[in-house]
């Protein structure tokens, strides 16, 4: 007898139409299935773990609110990561951020000296994404710590592609420069 495949999770539109109607359990299944995504996204753009914590729990209440206006023109995640970094945005502009990105899984090196030096490499390069304007630092985080390809992040940022494109190399260009004392 041959094992039974496990079940596939439902897709998001399955649990978007339930939440659209009011079902709560549907929305927190999408709570449960992007929380780590849009913590990730809040982290790298406020470099403040707390206004990260704040951003992301704004993105959630937003999106509720307005779920019953999500067309589905684009996929949920294009959508629900366009709210967080409108949230992020938002939150830049009321206020400077003053910590820095926590190495939360420490280094891995068992030479000290290593370690000392992949800790003061990751800290200058996130002082250097903190310094990018927000709308350079909105696409370097989605494309580089989250791994959404370049399409993706014109969906969710709302711009062209070659815009895109255009700030990514710009902020590369920006942390480079930052990071010359490592050449």
């Known amino acids: 007898m041959q094992a039974q495949p496990a079940p596939r999770p439902l897709r998001d539109d399955i649990y978007v139409a339930a939440a659209r109607r009011g079902d709560l359990d549907a929305f927190e299944v999408l709570i449960l299935r992007y929380e780590g995504a849009v913590s990730r996204i809040a ?18 209440i937003k999106a509720w609110r307005s779920l019953p206006g999500f067309r589905g023109d684009s996929a949920f995640e294009t959508w629900l990561y366009r709210i967080a970094t409108n949230c992020c945005l938002t939150a830049l502009a009321s206020r400077r951020p003053v910590e820095q990105i926590s190495d939360r899984h420490g280094a891995r090196s068992i030479d000290p000296a290593d370690v000392v030096e992949q800790t003061q490499r990751f800290e200058a390069v996130s002082a250097a994404i903190l310094t990018l304007p927000g709308g350079q630092r909105a696409a370097v985080v989605l494309r580089e710590l989250q791994g959404l390809s370049y399409r993706e992040v014109a969906d969710t940022l709302g711009i062209s592609l070659a815009a895109v494109k255009g700030r990514i190399h710009r902020a590369r260009l920006t942390i480079v420069r930052e990071m010359g004392v490592w050449e």
Not at 44 to 60: I, N, R, V, W
């Open 43 to 60: 982290l790298g753009m406020l470099g403040s773990t707390a206004d990260a914590d704040d951003a992301a729990q704004e993105t959630f």
